[in-house]
């Protein structure tokens, strides 16, 4: 029988496989942001908090549509089990340095994962990540805009508070389509 649904599948197992990997990278992603959240309430940054908390819900929200998708596909979806996190920051600007560089992983899995849905003539997924490679151009923009703020404000005391109530949570984030 599973020979026979395996067969059924509308996705490769290779792909499968690569999106319950995605699916473990948005988890640990969400996790990631938590902590960020965390360190940025510890530090008076709320703002930052507030972005972060809607960051992780975001993640949370990819997960579970890469997640749906692979069941709804005739897959099987794995429940991902996260691990440690990182909640030790020496500041508000590697707090968001940490975040790009998630984001950037998280792109670079994705193409992955396009390019090999283009040698398994995966049609349906490469359609469905289309979605991804959007999302994902701006969510690095979003950082590296932050991060452009260091420079353009600086980094100690009032400017640190500037560049915090400057981080907004855009209209429709935390949302997927």
């Given at each position: 029988?599973?020979?026979i649904a395996?067969q059924?599948?509308?996705?490769s197992?290779?792909?499968?496989d690569?999106?319950?990997?995605q699916?473990?990278?948005e ?15 510890q530090?008076a940054?709320?703002q930052?908090a507030?972005f972060?908390y809607?960051?992780s819900v975001e ?21 991902p089990?996260v691990?440690?996190?990182?909640h030790?920051f020496s ?8 975040a ?18 283009k040698?398994?003539?995966?049609y ?7 979605w ?9 923009k979003t ?5 452009d703020?260091?420079d ?8 640190l508070k ?6 907004t949570i ?6 997927t389509?």
């Open positions: 029988m599973k020979d395996r059924r599948m509308s996705i197992v290779e792909t499968m690569l999106l319950n990997n699916i473990k990278m988890a640990h992603a969400s996790a990631s942001y938590l902590a960020m959240a965390s360190w940025c309430d530090n940054f709320t930052s507030a972060f809607n960051q993640e949370r929200s990819h997960m579970m549509k890469i997640f749906q998708f692979v069941n709804d596909c005739g897959g099987s979806a794995m429940s089990a691990g440690e996190t990182n030790d500041s508000l600007e590697e707090v968001f340095e940490t790009l560089e998630q984001e950037i992983q998280v792109t670079k899995s994705i193409h992955n994962i396009v390019n090999e849905c040698k398994n003539n995966d349906n997924v490469e359609n469905f990540l289309q991804f490679i959007v999302e994902q151009l701006e969510e690095e950082m590296r805009d932050i991060l703020m260091f353009l404000i600086g980094r100690d005391g009032i400017a500037m560049i915090d109530e400057r981080v855009s209209e429709g984030e935390g949302e389509e």
